[in-house]
């Protein structure tokens, strides 16, 4: 069942609040922190988040970064 958020006027836009919770929930599930939500728009509005990338050391001394 989806679930209906209200849509809020902000400034001359609009805008839809997301509960802190489903952000917090998802930075824990990732262990990485959420930078920005990406939008996609086709009929459907897809939202999802976009984190921080993630640097993992493969050898001594060499980092590589993770999406």
Do not use: H
């Not at 849509?7 to 930075?27: C, D, F, Q, R, Y």
Request: charged share 30%; net charge positive.
């Amino acid at each position: 069942m989806p679930i209906t958020r209200k849509i809020l006027k902000v400034g001359n836009s609009k805008a839809i609040t997301i509960p802190a919770t489903w952000l917090s929930n998802a930075e824990e599930q990732e262990g990485r922190k959420i930078t920005a939500m990406a939008l996609e728009v086709d009929r459907v509005i897809t939202i999802q988040p976009v984190f921080e990338k993630k640097e993992v050391q493969i050898f001594k001394g060499v980092k590589i970064c993770q999406e």
